[in-house]
């Protein structure tokens, strides 16, 4: 496959409602400029349920559609939260709703995040990020989703005092590069000078909105990824100096485990998870198993039972004071080990003993980017 195949499933779209619609649940369509408002009750990340009427004091109201995984709802998260700063004291709320199923999210749709859809994980996400507007939760029936007719996120909404949709499309015409038309804005500054909106409708782009009827695709692929083979092969010195000096393009991560060691076995399936969030990236997963060569089959049976389809290695270093040398001088010698080595062999990221794959994921993602801007150039 090419290394540009994986940008083409996942890269921005820009399409029209027209364009959308075939993907989407059939009747689906984008609310009307001039609709009303339809109302929602959803819970919020902050533990409180919110409806219109809770935005009833407010002059204008911004609805926006986004989401944790997607690229381009994370380069807008900046500017979302810029937004509110800039227009709470005049008058102007915004709320922001996740549309996502996660159950309808694949493994490979998240390689620019360490967060899925989930609700929990909107709880992270909004904390980290620092927002003040309300963040809720529509996954679960989509039925706040369905009557926006939300085609990707991020989206945004518009509405003047009596909720009568005046704007629906995109916050502004790019996400990573110089922004020319800052589209949301100036609807809303026509809006606060008592003027007409420009443009009431613009084209959005960026990630479909995750329908559960996406659900079996979703299992489909997971059963796909469990029939990957799994092996495990013998590494000698040569080979594992070769390994940390990592002379590629790539991110690697290593984790050092033994089959009876329980944190390890333990959290494999946590690797088994990145490995299929990232690999399509400039990334590379490798275990390297402590095992004596006789437990060499009970290592890759319990590689298989993790259906750990990453490179996995048992070591051929008998020597492991020289193992630990070679891999990190300051590993002290208790598994589980990981380590995440940049391209040119400098370790970024060291945990000796179990990890928290939440922050695991966030090293990785930090370092390879969370954006579309973060793509090859050739």
């Not at 929990?120 to 309300?134: I, L, N, V």
């Not at 005092?161 to 704007?167: D, G, H, V």
């Amino acid at each position: 496959m090419s290394r540009w195949a994986p940008i083409a499933i996942a890269t921005i779209i820009l399409l029209t409602v027209a364009n959308v619609a075939a993907a989407d649940p059939p009747g689906l369509k984008v609310l009307p400029i001039g609709s009303p408002a339809p109302d929602f009750s959803l819970p919020g990340v902050d533990g409180r349920t919110y409806s219109l009427k809770d935005f009833a004091s407010t002059k204008f109201l911004v609805v926006l559609f986004t989401c944790n995984h997607c690229p381009t709802a994370q380069a807008y998260e900046d500017r979302a939260n810029q937004l509110h700063a800039d227009y709470k004291d005049k008058g102007v709320a915004l709320v922001a709703i996740s549309p996502n199923d996660p159950k309808a999210v694949r493994l490979d749709e998240l390689g620019y995040t360490e967060f899925s859809d989930s609700f929990d994980e909107m709880k992270q996400r909004a904390k980290d990020r620092g927002f003040k507007f309300p963040y809720l939760y529509d996954g679960e029936t989509q039925k706040t989703s369905l009557a926006y007719g939300v085609l990707a996120t991020p989206q945004v909404y518009l509405f003047d005092q009596e909720r009568k949709l005046r704007y629906v499309g995109r916050i502004d015409d790019s996400d990573v590069k110089t922004v020319a038309s800052h589209d949301a804005r100036n609807a809303i500054d026509a809006l606060l000078a008592g003027k007409s909106v420009p443009v009431e409708q613009t084209r959005v782009f960026g990630c479909s909105t995750k329908w559960s009827d996406k659900r079996a695709d979703a299992v489909k692929w997971l059963e796909r990824a469990d029939a990957e083979p799994v092996e495990l092969k013998s590494i000698d010195e040569i080979a594992l100096e070769r390994l940390v000096r990592n002379d590629t393009d790539k991110l690697l991560v290593v984790n050092v485990w033994a089959s009876w060691c329980g944190p390890c076995v333990a959290e494999l399936p946590d690797f088994v998870t990145m490995n299929r969030m990232y690999r399509k990236r400039n990334f590379q997963m490798v275990t390297i198993s402590m095992d004596e060569p006789e437990q060499k089959d009970a290592a890759l049976k319990l590689l298989r039972e993790s259906h750990a389809s990453t490179t996995n290695y048992i070591s051929a270093v008998t020597n492991r004071d020289k193992l630990a040398d070679i891999l990190d001088k300051e590993w002290r010698g208790p598994i589980p080990y990981t380590v995440l080595i940049a391209p040119g062999g400098k370790i970024v990221y060291r945990k000796s003993g179990d990890i928290e794959p939440i922050e695991v994921r966030k090293q990785i993602v930090d370092f390879l980017g969370r954006t579309y801007a973060n793509r090859p150039t050739n």
